[in-house]
């Protein structure tokens, strides 16, 4: 811990969990435009409204000091944020000290090959690389303006930087899920892990997300015919459940918001690069950190204003994705408060 902080005051909620879990979107900009996550055309926030990197660090720094262990830095992608490894450096003092436990980042891995081994050096252990297919064509199809190529040369670069890489794809039915077992292959083949995460009804996109969506009991019961899939008690903080795959020896993790309510065990709350704390990401309920960070040096009234946002985490998202209600659940973009 850091000269002069405070022993944790650890934050719980009104349902009991605590909150140890810290995602920040540190950008709502990215170099994709992933057609289940953005429209094409997509209006980005001015930049003044941004949190500076040191606004960024110091709002970190009071959720560490609350009790946070985990923190992820996602977006948007958060390494087209300019000076981003700037952020990371700083951060990385609270993993020295013992405060944090987990320094971490959700990417598309474009960025990768120039920052993998500063990221290691930082303390960073393991990230999350989303890829849906590994198709070229068709990752150029979902990620409208992504580069398969680069994408594998950054994982090529983090895995040599000894970051351990666990592969993320969103399940989109007559997509990828044909491909899911070649992809497991070729994950954990190189020794990384693989999670699927089914569609979320966020923001508004060009595409029918009805039309995208596939529940995971359907892709589980699918790979069950070409695999043995053993659940396995492992955990990562996150809301994936996890199966042992037999054949290939590898972990295979479902994020199913849709069919099976994760809620429970949330141990999460996320903040935006503006400073909105959003304590559930399938509510609209947020709170306005910036002002409380920017009112006063001292950290009084920001530790307050979280406290009070805590204070009204709810037990749980509405997500429903049916032909009847054709607006996203949430208006915003899953690129605002970061996956
Ligand atoms: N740009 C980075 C990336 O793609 O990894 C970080 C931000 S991105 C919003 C985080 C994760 O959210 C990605 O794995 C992406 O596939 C996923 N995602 C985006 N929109 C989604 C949606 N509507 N439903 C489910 N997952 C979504
Ligand atoms: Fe960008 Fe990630 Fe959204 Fe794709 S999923 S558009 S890479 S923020």
Not at 24 to 40: H, K, L, N
Request: proline share 4%.
């Amino acid at each position: 811990m850091t000269a002069g902080m405070e022993r944790p005051m650890n934050m719980i909620d009104p349902f009991g969990r605590e909150i140890s879990y810290l995602r920040v979107s540190v950008t709502d900009r990215c170099d994709f435009r992933c057609t289940y996550c953005m429209a094409e055309d997509m209006t980005f926030l001015p930049k003044r409204d941004l949190l500076s990197l040191e606004e960024l660090d110091r709002l970190c720094t009071v959720f560490i000091e609350k009790g946070v262990k985990r923190l992820r830095l996602t977006g948007g992608e958060p390494l087209v944020r300019k000076n981003i490894m700037h952020l990371v450096r700083e951060l990385s003092r609270h993993l020295k000290s013992g405060a944090l436990e987990e320094l971490t980042f959700t990417t598309n891995g474009s960025q990768l090959a120039r920052f993998a081994n500063e990221l290691a050096d930082c303390g960073v252990r393991r990230i999350n690389v989303s890829l849906d297919t590994l198709d070229p064509d068709k990752f150029k199809a979902i990620t409208r303006w992504g580069d398969l190529q680069r994408v594998m040369t950054g994982i090529d670069a983090a895995l040599a930087a000894g970051i351990h890489v666990k592969i993320n794809a969103v399940a989109l039915k007559g997509f990828n899920d044909a491909e899911i077992p070649q992809m497991l292959r070729w994950a954990h083949g190189r020794g990384m892990d693989m999670t699927v995460i089914e569609t979320m009804p966020m923001g508004e996109i060009d595409v029918d997300r009805t039309d995208q969506y596939l529940p995971l009991s359907l892709l589980r019961a699918d790979l069950e015919k070409t695999f043995t899939l053993a659940d396995i008690p492992y955990k990562t903080g996150g809301p994936a459940r996890y199966v042992e795959v037999l054949e290939t020896g590898g972990r295979l993790g479902f994020i199913t918001p849709m069919t099976h309510n994760f809620c429970e065990s949330c141990n999460r709350v996320r903040i935006t690069c503006t400073g909105t704390l959003f304590m559930c990401l399938g509510q609209e309920d947020a709170a306005d950190l910036r002002s409380p960070l920017r009112a006063s040096e001292a950290n009084d009234l920001l530790s307050h204003a979280i406290d009070e946002a805590i204070g009204r985490k709810p037990k749980g998202h509405d997500f429903v994705i049916d032909r009847r209600s054709k607006r996203p659940a949430v208006l915003r973009h899953m690129s605002v408060t970061g996956g």
